[in-house]
């Protein structure tokens, strides 16, 4: 599976952008799929995940209510709709598939990077003050 990530780029604060993760090699419609960023300086970080029918949803706390995940297992493609972006938001932002539990709906270990096994390669987002 390869995932491009992209929609990233230059926002002032209040602004929005929706990042898209595409994925060819293989369908990933039965996959929980997930979005990570990571800061400068700073260790990468869970910031939303979705279940393969997207039924189950799960925010990092510092997103909730801002952030928006979505799919569109047609397209084989993944959604971030990033509102109310703060400065503290820039990041390269990386998606990913959980490949090993295929049709799962459940909140096992979301949030851990470990247990995605494919990532793509980053779009970088910049929110200046």
């Known amino acids: 599976v390869q995932l491009q990530a992209s929609g990233g780029g230059l926002v002032q604060a209040g602004g929005s952008l929706r990042l898209s993760c595409a994925a060819s090699g293989r369908t990933t419609g039965s996959y929980r799929m997930g979005w990570f960023r990571q800061a400068p300086g700073k260790e990468r970080e869970f910031v939303a995940a979705?279940?393969?029918?997207?039924?189950?949803?799960f925010y990092a706390d510092s997103v909730k209510g801002r952030f928006t995940i979505s799919r569109d297992n047609a397209k084989n493609t993944v959604y971030l709709q990033m509102n109310s972006l703060k400065p503290e938001d820039t990041a390269v932002y990386y998606c990913?598939?959980?490949?090993?539990?295929?049709?799962?709906?459940?909140?096992?270990?979301?949030?851990?990077?470990?247990?995605?096994?494919?990532w793509g390669q980053g779009t970088l987002v910049t929110v200046s003050s």
């Open positions: 979705i279940s393969w029918n997207a039924g189950s949803t």
């Open positions: 990913a598939a959980d490949s090993k539990r295929a049709y799962y709906s459940g909140s096992y270990y979301y949030w851990r990077e470990s247990d995605y096994d494919y």
